[in-house]
């Protein structure tokens, strides 16, 4: 990766990833775009910044042309809960920015990476270390174009040599940008909450058990996965990746360790639980330690231990 652009550049990863790989690559070398443009973002304040939706093929060819781009890594999407209110948008948007998105890297030669999801599993898949290769017949929109992606990606690869990659992200948990709207989003939102009211009431029921991952894990993941030598990938796109697997239960004892006085209620979203009951309770990472030797760093108790802490400065509490 010489010169890389990224769409959908100031969501919850994306605001992390341009500086993670500025830090790497040199700020000039990585090109946020996105839909919209957030004044005083790093994103868009440390290096290059273009408005791009991801709709717009014409706009994309031209601004990576512009660029000299080698490598795209695709961002923008809706995640799983918005897509499920807005299901044909959705579809839109993770389908045809994606299509375009590839068409770009194709046209230009580049390595592409974009993110499926645990969202690309469903009911019928195996629930426990869900393995790399099983069922995929997720029931919600999010999930039928998770999967879909994976299977363009894929293609492109096989059919016109497009070196794409990608992981099948868990929940992932972060302190710099709130998340856009996934099932996931209330580990994230609980240690806000226990710091500024001491009680969070959590939509999704206790006993739900989901993969989640701390930012810093995920971003050195994007990194040493598209760094990665080509000939040991047996897969390329879709690769499970995961650091822990938890309930709210064990979160919240987790946070309790650190701030005794707070406490957790319930007050489930049923669109919400719905989905997160569809997904796996643990996913086996076998597959991308193998083929490219990932691993994760953080497990809940060092992941709360960072949080709670860049919170506080954050938010500035004491
Ligand atoms: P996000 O919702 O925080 O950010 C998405 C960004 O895309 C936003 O900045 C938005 O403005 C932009 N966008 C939306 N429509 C666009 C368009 N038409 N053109 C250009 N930009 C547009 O999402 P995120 O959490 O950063 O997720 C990024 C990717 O990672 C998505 O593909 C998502 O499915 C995947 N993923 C995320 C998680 C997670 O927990 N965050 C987990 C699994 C997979």
């Known amino acids: 990766m010489k010169k890389i652009l990224v769409t959908g550049s100031l969501g919850q990863i994306g605001s992390e990833l341009v500086t993670y790989m500025r830090g790497i690559y040199g ?6 775009t996105d839909l919209r443009r957030i004044d005083g973002c790093e994103a868009v304040e440390s290096g290059p910044f273009e408005i791009l939706d991801v709709l717009d093929a014409k706009k994309m060819g031209e601004v990576a042309k512009k660029h ?3 490598t795209i890594i695709h961002l923008a999407a809706l995640l799983s809960a918005v897509a499920e209110a807005k299901p044909v948008l959705a579809w839109e948007i993770n389908m045809g920015g994606l299509f375009n998105a590839l068409e770009v890297a194709r046209e230009l030669k580049c390595s592409f990476f974009t993110p499926s999801s645990i969202g690309a599993f469903g009911p019928s898949t195996p629930k426990d270390n869900t393995p790399q290769d099983t069922i995929q017949r997720p029931e919600t929109m999010y999930g039928v174009t998770k999967v879909s992606g994976e299977l ?11 070196d794409t990659r990608g992981v099948r992200f868990p929940g992932l948990i972060s302190y710099v940008a709130p998340p856009g709207g996934g099932t996931t989003d209330y580990a994230v939102d609980i240690y806000y909450k226990a710091l500024e009211d001491k009680k969070y009431t959590s939509y999704i029921n206790k006993g739900t058990y989901m993969d989640m991952m701390y930012m810093p894990d995920a971003l050195k993941a994007i990194v040493n996965l598209m760094e990665a030598d080509s000939s040991k990938l047996v897969h390329r796109n879709a690769f499970n990746i995961t650091a822990m697997s938890f309930e709210p239960e064990m979160i919240a004892a987790e946070i309790k360790k650190h701030i005794s006085e707070f406490e957790m209620s319930y007050n489930v979203d049923p669109v919400r639980q719905a989905i997160a009951n569809s997904w796996p309770d643990s996913i086996d990472s076998t597959c991308a330690k193998e083929e490219w030797g990932f691993k994760a760093n953080y497990d809940l108790a060092s992941m709360t231990i960072d949080m709670l802490e860049k919170l506080r400065v954050k938010l500035n509490i004491r």
């Open 27 to 32: 700020n000039d070398n990585v090109i946020a």
């Open 68 to 70: 000299n781009v080698d």
């Open 152 to 162: 363009l990606c894929d293609y492109y690869y096989k059919k016109f040599g497009v």
